[in-house]
């Protein structure tokens, strides 16, 4: 399944909790997430995205930044969503620039 949209590695800050939330968003984890340099760096503000993939404090993760892309994976079109977790980030490998294999 192709995920569409802009997926970036993103770095799980904290958890967001409320007494209070839109209905489409019972029973959904939501998290704070910032976006990292491919260097391990923040690069950019935090965000809220909702969770899928059971992630945790600290995980490097996917995130799907799309809200019609993001209602698709959630299967429900009434959520309003712009970013959602589609994976955790076990490692990644950077070729140095003009590198060929």
Known sequence: MGLGGQV???H????VVATEKHPEFKGRKLLLVRPMGLDG?????ESIAVDTVDAGLGDRVLVNK???AA??????PRIP???VIVG???GYH???PGHER
């Open 88 to 90: 955790v980030v076990d």
């Open 71 to 76: 209602r698709m994976i959630l299967q429900n």
């Open 94 to 96: 950077v070729e140095a």
């Open 66 to 68: 799309e809200g019609g």
């Open 12 to 15: 799980v800050t904290g958890e």
């Open 8 to 10: 970036q590695i993103m």
């Open 81 to 83: 969503v712009q970013a």
């Open 41 to 45: 760096l923040p690069k950019g503000p």
